[in-house]
């Protein structure tokens, strides 16, 4: 987790290639849920789901878990 923006509930992450969807890179995340926003902490590695709208114009990220 490079950073993170409480006000929109956005991490700035250097995520992983995602097989058939992009490259690895760094880029924003919105996490919808506050509860799983207020466990966040710059620094930490983080696993998640990527969530997309049926469009794919809207993505999200839920279900995380907190590696290290």
Wanted: hydrophobic share 40%; net charge negative; aromatic share 8%.
């Amino acid at each position: 987790m490079k950073a993170l923006q409480p006000a929109d509930r956005i991490a700035v992450i250097q995520h992983e290639t995602i097989p058939g969807f992009m490259e690895s890179m760094t880029m924003e995340f919105p996490i919808k849920n506050p509860e799983e926003f207020a466990k966040l902490q710059t620094g930490q590695q983080i696993r998640a789901t990527l969530c997309q709208t049926q469009k794919g114009l809207d993505f999200w990220l839920e279900g995380i878990v907190v590696e290290k």
